[in-house]
């Protein structure tokens, strides 16, 4: 017992080893055999033990350890309904896609920012393909729920049952928010009978589809499972889930990459031997890896955060990246770049510090993603285009002395921002600061022009305090108001 406990310390953490001392020791009077069980269906991780705490699913996770080690079976419940009638009966109305025309069709439901990556292309290649509507959807608004929760009424009132065609017929139920929410593509816990008892039969009965390898209820916010076994993993784009411990699950194929010369974060891969940054996904639009290109030198030092890359040019100012623990993007410093294009770091939901010095032109959607950036530094950039910081929920104040040209979207439902000063800007597009609540200062005493829905539903400010009376166009703009 001892021994195995030294292994599983080694393995997944001190913690988790007193977890197992406590609360499974009946399983380790069979020598070997809990330590089997964790390596079969977890990849080994020093963070599995907090995951369950902070998820506060510890219990859960002993009751699913001691089912593997007993050999319980699940209840299964057997139903003459067809999955068309169950579904009906909790609400909704199901349709399998066919085609990808049928597919998108299904794309209207979800707002900006939030749409499935399964609407990009060729999804029925990989997986089978079924979306339930709730027939009450039109009445069902996203702007009623400003504080996301993955089963509420809204992010399951459209979702997606998809079955990998992989011989496992692996399920993935997506939910409406996408990834506004933890884990969306474990809705439900991925087990429809979590949406109505007697749907997994009636989905093996009358459409032969049959999950060989079914998560027994059991479910970690940030970890996907995969033949039974558990993934913690930063990112999932295009059915490719990218892990921790240099890992990525690609279509259901498990990829490992060499520590000693790779670092995988987020949906990038580092080489250090031949000193290059990639997507790995080439369908992924991401303008990252543009702002680095080719470099001399790559170092890597460990940080009680995470760790710290640090890439060297002969000419040109140090870049660097700052990682957690889970090698998520945390910082990223760059004073080299001058232009970005669309699409600057999409997904990323980690970072907290930018800072980009020399940054002039800024292309669409940047930093879309991102809900938690704190601090932010441009103080040069003079053009940007649409969807800039989109829902960012933590910044609260921001400057940008040299802009000039802003396009739609600018600061779209910035929760916390309660002061811009934007001096010398000229023309700015649609739906600018559109829900800002907390917004209370503002400086824009060069506007020449705003475009439609500026400012709406935004309580704390009075707009006629911050609008230049000399400029004839917005002293149309403010009668609008």
């Known amino acids: 017992m001892i021994d195995e406990l030294k292994i599983i310390k080694n393995k997944f953490g001190e913690k988790m080893s007193r977890y197992c001392r406590d609360y ?4 380790l009077e069979e020598n070997g055999k809990l330590l089997q069980i964790l390596l079969e269906h977890f990849n080994p991780s020093h963070e599995l033990y907090k995951d369950l705490e902070e998820n506060d699913i510890l219990d859960d996770f002993k009751n699913y350890i001691l089912k593997l080690a007993y050999n319980n079976n699940d209840i299964i419940y057997k139903t003459n309904k067809t999955p068309e009638e169950l579904l009906s009966d909790a609400g909704y109305n199901l349709f399998e ?24 292309d060729n999804r029925l290649d990989s997986c089978r393909v079924f979306f339930a509507v709730k027939k009450d959807v039109d009445n069902i608004k996203r702007i009623d729920y400003k504080n996301p929760k993955r089963q509420d009424k809204y992010g399951t009132s459209v979702i997606s049952i998809q079955f990998r065609k992989d011989g496992t017929n692996s399920l993935s139920i997506k939910n409406r928010y996408n990834h506004d929410v933890i884990n969306p593509d474990a809705t439900f816990s991925n087990n429809l009978d979590n949406i ?25 916010l ?8 558990y993934y913690k993993y930063n990112y999932e784009d295009n059915d490719i889930y990218y892990c921790s411990d240099n890992i990525i699950i690609d279509h259901g194929n498990i990829k490992k990459y060499d520590k000693l010369r790779y670092i995988v974060f987020e949906y990038f891969i580092l080489d250090m031997i031949d000193k290059k940054i990639i997507k790995y996904d080439n369908k992924i639009i991401d303008s990252f890896t543009d702002t680095i290109g080719e470099f001399d030198k790559v170092r890597v030092l460990k940080k009680e955060y995470g760790k710290e890359i640090i890439i060297s ?23 080299n770049v001058k232009n970005i294009g669309d699409y600057f770091l999409y997904s990323n939901k980690k970072l907290i510090e930018l800072k980009l010095d020399k940054l002039e032109n800024i292309g669409a959607f940047f930093l879309c993603n991102n809900r938690v950036l704190t601090t932010i530094s441009l103080p040069n950039a003079q053009n940007i285009g649409n969807g800039f910081l989109y829902c960012n929920k933590r910044l609260t104040t921001l400057t940008l002395p040299n802009a000039i040209n802003i396009g739609n979207g600018f600061l779209y439902h910035n929760a916390s921002l309660t002061t811009l000063l934007l001096p010398n800007v000229k023309n700015i597009g649609g739906l600018f600061l559109y829900w800002n609540e907390n917004l209370i200062t503002l400086s824009l005493p060069n506007i020449e022009y705003i475009g439609r829905s500026a400012l709406e539903l935004n309580k704390n400010i009075n707009i006629y305090d911050m609008l230049n009376n000399k400029n004839s166009e917005i002293k149309k703009l403010k009668k609008s108001y």
């Not at 997994?200 to 479910?219: A, L, P």
Request: proline share 4%.
């Open 196 to 220: 109505i008892p007697g749907l997994t039969y009636s989905f093996e009965k009358y459409y032969n589809i049959v999950q060989k390898y079914k998560n027994n209820n059991f479910e970690i």
């Open 222 to 229: 940030g970890y996907q499972p995969h033949q039974g076994k």
């Open 97 to 120: 896609c066919k085609t990808e025309d049928d597919i998108q069709s299904f794309k209207k439901y979800y707002v900006p920012g939030e749409v499935l990556c399964t609407f990009r």
């Open 24 to 27: 499974l020791s009946t399983i």
């Open 313 to 335: 040019f002969e000419n040109k100012e140090d870049i660097i990246i700052k990682l957690d623990k889970d090698n998520n993007i945390i910082g990223y410093i760059n004073n």
